[in-house]
């Protein structure tokens, strides 16, 4: 099973790439990890890759694409895997297609930008012990202090939702078109999130098995 994942920031996407890998026992495959893993071990494509990141520019899609290539044909991959974070733009996933790199289905997890901006908003850390809480789903006992250390609890710039905000915006301007492609060589499956991680886990694997 060859899959890309899609979902807005704070749909819920790094969690069900988690049980897709548990229960197909097929690696995800993250490209902001590969491309450090093939930096550092200095393949080709890493060499290449690493000339652009020097320079402080963008590491172009077509060794972006290699180095996937090259991941995929790794032994882990036999029986499938997820990409999680590339195609990102319409350019990226034509690439991938003219590079002949098979994928079965692509699976859209959708969440409404309101339940993403509350549930992200919503999360508060410890400064100390770096504890996680949710102001409406995993409240400390006392309001604003850790239950662990005694710690102030915070909110994370990336949580602000002036920050959420932006993300979303970006997201339905650069990625959300991935769906009308996908949809178009019917390959697109779209999953609505639930407010249970179980309930949309449940969805997803239906939608797999269809």
């Not at 029986?79 to 999680?84: H, P, Q, T, V």
Request: net charge negative; proline share 4%.
């Amino acid at each position: 099973m060859k899959l890309i994942l899609l979902g807005a920031p704070g749909a819920g996407k790094g969690t069900q790439a988690e049980k897709i890998v548990e229960k197909y026992n097929i690696p995800a495959i993250s490209t902001g990890n590969i491309l450090r893993a093939a930096v550092k071990d200095g393949t080709e494509m890493g060499v290449k890759a690493k000339s652009y990141m020097d320079a402080g520019q963008l590491v172009p899609d077509e060794i972006i694409i290699g180095i996937i290539q090259d991941r995929i044909k790794e032994d882990d991959c036999a029986n499938g895997f997820i990409l999680d974070g590339f195609p990102r733009t319409i350019p990226q996933a034509q690439a991938l297609e003219d590079m002949g790199i098979e994928i079965d289905k692509v699976l859209d997890i959708e969440v409404s930008d309101e339940a993403i901006t509350k549930r992200m908003s919503g999360r508060r850390v410890c400064a100390k012990c770096a504890n996680s809480y949710h102001l409406e789903y995993k409240k400390p006992q006392v309001d604003g202090v850790c239950d662990a250390c005694g710690g102030e609890l915070i909110q994370r710039k990336d949580d602000a939702p002036e920050t959420v905000q932006a993300r979303l915006a970006e997201y339905h301007e650069m990625t959300e078109p991935l769906k009308d492609f996908y949809q178009n060589i019917g390959k697109l499956v779209i999953v609505q999130g639930q407010e249970e991680v179980a309930d949309t886990t449940a969805l997803v694997f239906a939608a797999l098995e269809d």
